[in-house]
């Protein structure tokens, strides 16, 4: 399964993914994780906020839409934390765009 990554710098490639991988992990072994995951996945700090272009799921959990609304700035409703995605199927041709720094 791929799923296409937008990095902060605008680059965008396609990038495998195993199922039931964590998108921060995914993102950590492709070196795309420069300045986010600051709180280590624990919702404390937003930085890791993705767009979700196409695809995907936008099934958020409360905890996640709170730490959206009080960290990540220009947050919509497109707007997931990359450290609550776990993909699957469903990401299966999706597309993310890394916003830049909150």
């Given at each position: 399964m791929k799923i296409t ?8 490639n396609d ?6 991988q964590?998108l921060?992990s ?18 404390d ?7 979700v272009?196409s ?17 990540a700035?220009?947050?919509?409703d497109?707007s ?16 993310i765009?890394?916003v830049?720094?909150?």
């Amino acid at each position: 399964m791929k799923i296409t990554i937008t990095d902060r710098n605008g680059n965008t490639n396609d990038y495998e993914f195993r199922n039931k991988q964590k998108l921060t992990s995914l993102m950590v072994q492709n070196n795309l994780d420069e300045g986010f995951g600051l709180c280590g996945g624990f919702l404390d700090c937003g930085t890791c906020h993705v767009v979700v272009e196409s695809g995907g799921s936008m099934e958020k959990q409360e905890d996640e839409q709170d730490c959206l609304d009080a960290f990540a700035f220009n947050a919509n409703d497109k707007s997931r934390l990359a450290c609550q995605v776990t993909l699957n199927e469903s990401w299966d041709g999706a597309s993310i765009k890394i916003v830049p720094d909150n």
